[in-house]
């Protein structure tokens, strides 16, 4: 069974960090990619960073590209995002997912259509 598990989310003031972990079981690790979206209230699910399963690429959306910073630890199954100088409007629950497809993970950050494994999310709240 696929599990992927998040952690790390929490309170934060403006211009604070927050490092998030997604956990992963159930399948090869390595031959996914994963990415972390994030959806708040109201709003659609976007697309924050993804890391290929081949060569270990990052990607970003423009909204977090400079500010967070995507790495994984194959030995451990799990992929980190360490988050700075967060924003308000970075507030929202954010999820991992894992895909094999070649069309998943690229310019831009992860594509979320089709994906079918998904973590439970971890709420991130930044306040001002």
């Known amino acids: 069974e696929v599990q992927l598990v998040e952690s790390g989310g929490g309170l934060v003031q403006a211009g604070g960090s927050l490092r998030l972990s997604c956990a992963a079981s159930?399948?090869?690790?390595?031959?996914?990619?994963i990415g972390w979206f994030r959806q708040a209230p109201g709003k659609e699910r976007e697309g924050v960073s993804c890391?290929?399963?081949?060569?270990?690429?990052?990607y970003y959306a423009d909204s977090v590209k400079g500010r967070f910073t995507i790495s994984r630890a194959n030995a451990k199954n799990t992929v980190y995002l360490q988050m700075n100088s967060l924003k308000p409007e970075d507030t929202a629950v954010y999820y991992c997912?894992?895909?094999?497809?070649?069309?998943?993970?690229?310019?831009?950050?992860?594509?979320?259509?089709?994906?079918?494994?998904w973590g439970q999310g971890t709420q991130v709240t930044v306040s001002s």
């Open positions: 159930g399948f090869t690790f390595i031959d996914y990619a």
């Open positions: 890391i290929s399963s081949s060569d270990g690429s990052t």
């Open positions: 997912a894992a895909d094999s497809s070649i069309d998943y993970c690229g310019p831009g950050g992860p594509v979320g259509a089709g994906v079918r494994n």
